[in-house]
């Protein structure tokens, strides 16, 4: 600026001697030297010299038009980049020690298994051939906490973790509503029936020694169990003798539908971190070295890739996204549908999750479900023969009291009443981060009996599908340190976010809105007090400018005058 001004100043100057003796030359001289002032009186509104000094040093004017630039820019790029967003996204990739990580490791939760088991009412009466249907009494329920966690992670190259699942159970007496696992019921013999089951398909030489124990035991397909014993195991004769020369069948000498469905010994997962897509972070790579289950062929039936064990569902949901859900017990992903994306649970969003309709047909409805045909052949509608998962044993699910079933499964039985608001499962899920805020999955296991009427005591439950127990895996609401938490994450810190970014780009618009408005007004006063000045100064210019042309004109005469001849000084002083 100050060099600009010399400049001009410097030409100014040097034109100025001329002023009068050429009308171009004088407007140049004045027009410069009005920018010259004008550019000065800019300045000035953003510097102005240190006392003593040459040197300068800021205005207000010029704080107040930087800061509000800065900060326009700094939310406009805020917005670009979303820092909150990315933040977010590196909490979510899993690595030793990581927030996110640790609670997918061992998650903070109340997770319970609710079981109920059907009591047969007219056990005595339905086995002596007095009464042609059995009756079940639903009772429970029988409330376990489960321990769940990952052990013994293995961080791969590949962007995957390796991990054995655990998931102990402890009771839960003072939530079982008074029942214990000591009490006696009258329960399907599991042993008898599956010994039965898998034996009336190979011919009379094997069956026959087994039927003359079946008589020397007295051992019948209804008998009185504690609870615990039906639901955990319990030794028997048929169960040593399967173990002992059965080996390749079962290689166990108690059977326990709980207990068999949380066996986990001899698995191990792995899951994706995150790298690469923040989004899979917590979902399965593969069950078993395979991200396909043997059980089942078809991409639709086998694939559990990108499922969740309830842990942790997908991140950063999409409208209309389906989901994939994939427990040991249920032997099968179980695709899951939105019901809705308006819920609030505990403050924090929600997206509500069922499963699929359809999903238990074999696919009578759906073609697609077709592979779930065990060998070809397929169950009634609403049931999913699962006889691979549960080491040979005639093994279907359901879901409870055979809700969404073919409605013939309840002819041949009684005591059984499918209710959609008591027996349908849900996930309440945040579509951002994939933490599950609430869940119920409900599930039935049954047994699916073949034609055992060659089987000594079994002749009555031939062909016929034995409602047996079914359990709820539910987790009401997270812990209160765990919610405040994610109430931090996924509201408070967004809601911080966007105020920051409001503050930024509303607050440095009117700063510099203040500042053009400032300086225009004080611009405008200083010019139009230039202005009546350059007016009084400019009034005497013509003055001199006739009196140096009179001059002029004199000194030019006097000098004709000098030199021109006698005739003509006598003509001029004529």
Not at 181 to 209: C, G, K, M, T
Not at 245 to 258: A, D, E, Y
Request: with cysteine; aromatic share 12%.
């Amino acid at each position: 600026m100050k060099q600009i001004m010399n400049v001009f100043g410097s030409r100014y100057n040097s034109v100025r001697t001329n002023v009068c003796d050429n009308g171009t030359f004088e407007s140049l001289a004045v027009n410069r030297k009005n920018l010259t002032r004008q550019f000065s009186i800019v300045d000035s509104f953003f510097h102005q010299r240190k006392k003593g000094e040459r040197t300068r040093y800021p205005k207000s004017n010029f704080i107040l038009m930087a800061t509000g630039l800065v900060s326009i820019c700094l939310g406009v790029m805020s917005h670009i980049c979303n820092p909150y967003m990315f933040i977010f996204k590196w909490k979510l990739v899993f690595e030793n020690g990581g927030e996110i990580f640790e609670l997918w490791r061992t998650p903070p939760v109340d997770l319970y298994i609710r079981i109920f088991l059907f009591n047969v009412t007219n056990a005595e009466q339905y086995l002596n051939g007095a009464e042609e249907k059995m009756v079940f009494e639903e009772v429970g329920p029988f409330v376990y906490r489960e321990l769940l966690s990952h052990e013994n992670i293995t961080f791969n190259d590949n962007g995957t973790l390796s991990t054995k699942p655990s998931h102990p159970l402890v009771f839960q007496e003072h939530l079982s509503g008074g029942h214990k696992e000591e009490d006696l019921f009258y329960l399907p013999n599991i042993a008898l029936l599956s010994i039965a089951q898998v034996a009336s398909r190979h011919n009379y030489l094997i069956r026959l020694p087994l039927n003359l124990l079946i008589r020397q035991t007295k051992t019948l397909p209804l008998e009185k169990q504690t609870a615990r014993q039906f639901m955990f195991g319990y030794e028997t004769t048929l169960t040593t003798l399967g173990n002992t020369f059965l080996p390749n069948w079962i290689s166990f000498n108690k059977v326990g539908l709980i207990d068999r469905m949380y066996d986990f010994d001899d698995d191990f997962e792995t899951f994706y971190t995150g790298v690469g897509d923040e989004s899979l972070s917590g979902l399965y790579e593969s069950y078993l070295g395979s991200s396909k289950l043997i059980q089942w062929e078809g991409e639709h039936c086998s694939n559990i890739r990108n499922a969740s064990d309830g842990t942790k569902f997908k991140s950063f949901i999409k409208d209309d996204e389906q989901l994939l859900f994939f427990r040991k017990s249920m032997c099968r992903p179980q695709r899951m549908v939105q019901s809705g994306n308006d819920y609030e649970v505990d403050g924090i969003q929600a997206t509500k999750f069922v499963f699929e309709e359809n999903a238990l047909d074999n696919g009578q409805t759906d073609a697609r479900n077709r592979c779930f045909c065990r060998k070809g052949e397929c169950l009634a509608r609403g049931l999913i023969d699962v006889t691979d998962c549960y080491y040979g044993f005639p093994i279907a699910l359901s879901y409870p009291h055979f809700y969404d079933g073919d409605p013939a499964l309840l002819t041949k039985i009684r005591g059984l009443h499918p209710n959609e608001s008591l027996h349908s499962s849900y996930f309440m899920i945040n579509s951002i981060s994939g933490l599950p805020l609430q869940l119920s999955v409900k599930f039935q296991i049954n047994m699916a009996m073949g034609d055992i009427s060659n089987m000594a005591e079994c002749e009555r439950f031939a062909n016929i599908v034995i409602p047996t127990l079914w359990f709820e895996i539910t987790m009401l609401q997270l812990p209160k340190n765990l919610r405040n938490r994610f109430l931090f994450y996924l509201n408070y810190l967004w809601i911080f976010d966007r105020i920051v970014y409001f503050i930024l780009l509303v607050g440095g618009t009117l700063l510099l809105l203040f500042a053009v408005i400032r300086v225009s007004l004080s611009l405008s006063l200083e010019l139009s007090s230039r202005s009546i000045s350059n007016r009084r100064k400019g009034s005497l210019i013509p003055q001199k400018c006739q009196e140096s042309r009179r001059n002029s004109v004199l000194k030019n005469n006097t000098s004709k005058l000098e030199k021109g001849s006698d005739q003509e000084k006598e003509h001029f002083l004529a």
